[in-house]
């Protein structure tokens, strides 16, 4: 399996270019790289430019994992208690998410990936973008799936 460059955008994200003749930060699509070029949209124009000149827009980093618990299966409505029988129980798999950074880079989708390893064996990265409203909810029902 061949590991993607996290540097490198996806193509058809939305990336920062920063040039440096103009001095400002633009919002470009991104459309691919040839060489050290990327190929970008830019108020739709499309245009090759150095690949150094993009970044990634911040973005919402969450760690979640699962936790096992033990829940009732039935209601135990017929269960006698004060008689010493037990109810049934099952185990099941509990999403718990926890918000790393609000405005993260590449790096730190790295160093996160790093704590998630100490955390559990089940636990994943996720990242969302900045207007994502619930990105802790979003990453149980990620990791629950």
């Known amino acids: ?21 103009a001095g400002e930060d633009s919002d470009v699509q991104y459309r691919g790289k040839i060489g050290d070029e990327a190929t970008v949209i830019l108020n739709g124009y499309q245009m090759s430019v150095p690949l150094a000149w993009l970044r990634r827009r911040p973005r919402q980093i969450v760690i979640a994992w699962t936790v096992p618990e033990r829940v009732k299966v039935d209601d135990w409505a017929d269960v006698r208690v004060d008689l010493g029988e037990r109810g049934e129980f099952e185990t099941i798999d509990r999403p718990r998410a926890a918000m790393w950074l609000i405005e993260g880079t590449d790096a730190d989708v790295e160093k996160a990936q790093a704590h ?9 990265v996720f990242t969302y973008a900045s207007d994502e409203r619930d990105p802790l909810g979003a990453a149980k029902r990620a990791i629950a799936a």
């Open 1 to 21: 399996m061949t590991r993607r460059n996290p540097a490198i955008p996806d193509v058809g994200e939305i990336v920062i270019m920063h040039s440096p003749h």
């Open 116 to 124: 998630a390893r100490t955390i559990s064996e089940s636990a994943r």
